[in-house]
């Protein structure tokens, strides 16, 4: 079921734009209330399917804020929107309990809008650790976190928390002084030592002192940012959502970096890069170590008599199935109408039987799902004495199928010598 977003707003233009925009960059369904009655209407019916709603804090038949409330009532992660903004309102809005504000003052809202939504619509699939803070500290920031779907883990203990990072990362550390400043430095530094800045976001909460020079020593041993006490929500929020968004920026860049762009699959230089760190990992493991090169058979033709577009879409139907068929194995484009598959197996004869199931569904199925008949070509190694001799004895037998006729496969097979 769609994810369903709640557009409270008077303004009918206001909040068609709002609808059309948010619909347009995420897969949500946008309700859209126009006053108190129709959101309680909505309400009514798919309070449990709502996963955030935007009110604007002014409506005709409730011009003082009364939809906050009724969305507080029904437990709804609330933004409100509001055309006017000080102090005295800040603290109203967040005493609410509410996840954010935006000040409606042009295109840069709706973007603001954009930018927060994407975290709240998310947020329930994110954890956020809670490492060394006192008891006080931690209800407060597990409540807030609460607040913006989050979810929240704590860990009272260092080893606790050493322990479980051998298995499973959170999207965010937020990381206390512990009892004993040392401890909790000694903590940060070593987690750090794991742990690059772009993979693991720290954010050092510093109590009961208000002294920069404590927040800045916590940077210098691994923080990536920090919050001292005392704070305000908005503060901690945007303090939070900072950090989430940098880490989101480098899972986007690492990515596309490992990613080609037309198949969806890892590129060459990712591929090869795994598998050499991996390669004496799996000779030691005494398994079949192998490499599966696959090339299209005459792909010029397939562009030269039908289109580059149509080249493109044989390339993805061929990486689709390459995916079905190798699911469990490290697969990419390796260039150009090659494929290149990595792996460590018990039984080698697994890899030809699914070599040769892959073969058969591209000869049988090309001409249905993409308009042109194809074939493919492969070649299978196993178990050479180093990763580049394992890719030049597969490559050695691509040509050889290649030149047997095309549409077969042809596989080298060495006993394992472990590492």
Known sequence: MRKKVLVIEDQKAMAMLLKSRIEAQFSVDVLVAHNLAQTQQILNDLKDQISVALTDLNLPDAPNGESVGLLKQQGVTTVVLTASYDEALRKRIFQERVADYVLKEGAGAIEYVLRILNLLLTNDQREIWLVNLSDKMTRKLSGLLAIQRFKVRVFDQYKALKTELSITRPNLLVMGQSNQQNIGLQALSETRARFAFYELPI??????????????????????????????????????????????????????????????????????????????????????????????????????????????????????????????????????????????????????????????????????????????????????????????????KLYEAKGHGRNQICHKFERLQTA
């Not at 210098?220 to 919050?227: E, L, N, R, S, W």
């Not at 060459?268 to 170590?289: F, H, I, M």
């Not at 090169?293 to 289109?307: A, M, P, Q, S």
Request: aromatic share 12%.
């Open 203 to 396: 954010l050092a909460c510093i109590e009961n002192n208000s002294d920069i020079n404590i927040a800045l020593k916590y940077m210098k041993y691994g923080a990536t940012d920090y919050i001292v006490e005392p704070f305000s929500i908005e503060e901690f929020y945007t303090r939070i959502s900072q950090n989430i968004e940098q880490q989101q920026a480098y899972q986007d860049i690492k990515r596309i970096s490992q990613t080609d762009a037309l198949s969806g699959l890892y590129n060459r230089r990712y591929c090869l890069d795994v598998g050499e760190n991996l390669y004496p990992k799996w000779r030691a493991s005494a398994s079949n170590v192998f490499a599966l090169l696959v090339d299209i058979d005459f792909f010029k033709r397939i562009n030269d008599r039908y289109g580059h577009p149509k080249g493109d879409e044989a390339i993805v139907f061929v990486a689709n199935l390459l995916k079905q068929h190798f699911s469990d194995n490290v697969v990419a484009r390796f260039g150009g109408e090659e494929f290149i598959v990595l792996g460590a197996v018990d039984n080698s004869y697994d890899v030809l039987m699914r070599a040769e199931n892959f073969r058969k569904a591209i000869e049988l199925e090309s001409s249905r799902h993409v308009g042109v008949g194809f074939s493919c070509s492969i070649g299978v190694a196993f178990n050479a004495p180093s990763f580049d001799q394992l890719i030049a004895q597969a490559d050695q």
